[in-house]
């Protein structure tokens, strides 16, 4: 098996969800969302310290007031922070949505965390952002827009639009992008984005610097929370929602870069409500952060350990 272990590390609230996973000062840190229910008024955010086997060494909460913290994000800065990233939607007693932002974090030690300071543009969801070269970049969407724009700079100083209308129902003809991540090979970059319309099928974008203009590869498959790790010049892991025998699980692929071929790699313990994968690679081990309802018909968080060399990576 190539799964070494899988741990429970997160069922305190009602509904654990929404993953994410870094390494950072020589631990593992993962963040992810706690509240009532999937769509509950009370979404704060957890963020746990871990070793390498999975034992949690430190609590951290952030919550804001009548505020839903919703999809944290976290990732290293070039000068060596840890920067954490989510939607915050403004409720209402009765949960309606009265405003949203997008809000980021900065940390040097991953204990004690600065301030929110908003960033990017009201009404789009900067949902993850990755660094190149020392500058930031990141897609957001918009559901009415039927969109995503390309954002770039830094979240804590300067953060702007990029690229209007990457991808787009009006010029692509393919609706409603939106949860996405990037990988970067030099010039190259390379975006991995759900969508949840017509064909459900996930897109694979190619670009150059500037990454302006934007060309686009039908995967001809639902890949829902996706989380990309580079490889090599040629492939990536891909992590995400994807179906199998009818069901949606959490998987992981193998995807060639040129043209989105994906081979599949395992199939994570999972059911019902579930993934939002993140994913780190240290010394030839693979750790996944991920949430599942397998277990009691709770969304709780997992992390797992798998032997890199027992996927069979160089098979074709």
């Given at each position: 098996?190539?799964?070494?272990?899988?741990?429970?590390?997160?069922?305190?609230?009602?509904?654990?969800?929404?993953?994410?996973?870094?390494?950072?000062?020589?631990?593992?840190?993962?963040?992810?969302?706690?509240?009532?229910n999937?769509?509950?008024?009370?979404?704060t955010?957890?963020?746990?310290?871990?070793?390498?086997?999975?034992?949690?060494?430190?609590?951290?909460?952030i919550?804001?007031?009548?505020?839903?913290?919703?999809?944290?994000k976290?990732?290293?800065?070039?000068?060596?922070n840890?920067?954490?990233?989510?939607?915050?939607?403004?409720?209402?007693?009765?949960?309606?949505?009265?405003?949203?932002?997008?809000?980021t974090?900065?940390?040097?030690?991953?204990?004690?965390?600065?301030?929110?300071?908003?960033?990017?543009?009201?009404?789009?969801?900067?949902?993850?952002?990755?660094?190149?070269?020392n500058?930031?970049?990141?897609?957001?969407?918009?559901?009415?827009?039927?969109?995503?724009?390309?954002?770039?700079?830094?979240?804590?100083?300067?953060?702007?639009?990029?690229?209007?209308?990457?991808l787009?129902?009006?010029?692509?003809?393919?609706?409603y992008?939106?949860?996405?991540?990037?990988?970067?090979?030099?010039?190259?970059?390379?975006?991995?984005?759900?969508?949840?319309?017509?064909?459900?099928?996930?897109?694979?974008?190619?670009?150059?610097?500037?990454?302006?203009?934007?060309?686009?590869?039908?995967?001809g498959?639902?890949?829902?929370g996706?989380?990309?790790?580079?490889?090599d010049?040629d492939?990536?892991?891909v992590?995400?929602?994807?179906?199998?025998h009818?069901?949606?699980?959490?998987?992981?692929?193998?995807?060639k870069?040129?043209?989105?071929?994906?081979?599949?790699?395992?199939?994570?313990p999972?059911?019902?409500?579930?993934?939002y994968p993140?994913?780190?690679?240290?010394?030839?081990?693979?750790?996944?952060?991920?949430?599942?309802?397998?277990?009691?018909?709770?969304?709780?968080?997992?992390?797992?350990?798998?032997?890199?060399?027992?996927?069979?990576l160089?098979k074709?």
């Amino acid at each position: 098996m190539p799964i070494n272990w899988i741990k429970k590390i997160g069922n305190k609230a009602q509904h654990n969800a929404f993953v994410d996973l870094c390494e950072f000062n020589q631990h593992l840190f993962c963040c992810y969302r706690e509240a009532e229910n999937h769509v509950s008024a009370d979404g704060t955010i957890r963020i746990l310290t871990l070793d390498f086997a999975g034992n949690i060494l430190h609590l951290n909460q952030i919550a804001i007031a009548n505020t839903d913290l919703r999809d944290p994000k976290i990732t290293i800065t070039p000068d060596g922070n840890i920067l954490l990233i989510a939607y915050a939607r403004q409720t209402s007693k009765h949960n309606q949505t009265i405003g949203t932002r997008n809000l980021t974090w900065v940390s040097q030690t991953g204990q004690s965390w600065s301030a929110a300071k908003e960033f990017a543009d009201r009404g789009w969801w900067l949902w993850r952002i990755r660094w190149h070269k020392n500058k930031a970049y990141g897609f957001s969407y918009n559901r009415k827009q039927n969109a995503i724009h390309l954002y770039s700079g830094n979240p804590r100083r300067s953060f702007h639009l990029h690229q209007p209308f990457a991808l787009s129902l009006d010029k692509h003809k393919k609706g409603y992008p939106n949860e996405s991540d990037l990988v970067f090979n030099d010039d190259k970059a390379f975006a991995l984005v759900r969508r949840d319309a017509d064909s459900y099928s996930a897109q694979l974008g190619h670009s150059t610097f500037p990454y302006k203009k934007w060309n686009w590869i039908d995967l001809g498959r639902y890949i829902g929370g996706p989380v990309m790790l580079r490889l090599d010049n040629d492939f990536a892991l891909v992590a995400g929602r994807i179906v199998k025998h009818g069901r949606l699980v959490t998987g992981l692929l193998k995807m060639k870069l040129s043209n989105g071929e994906c081979q599949e790699l395992l199939i994570l313990p999972s059911a019902g409500d579930n993934s939002y994968p993140g994913l780190v690679f240290k010394e030839g081990l693979l750790y996944i952060s991920y949430y599942s309802s397998h277990e009691d018909n709770k969304s709780c968080i997992y992390l797992a350990e798998i032997k890199i060399d027992s996927l069979n990576l160089n098979k074709t």
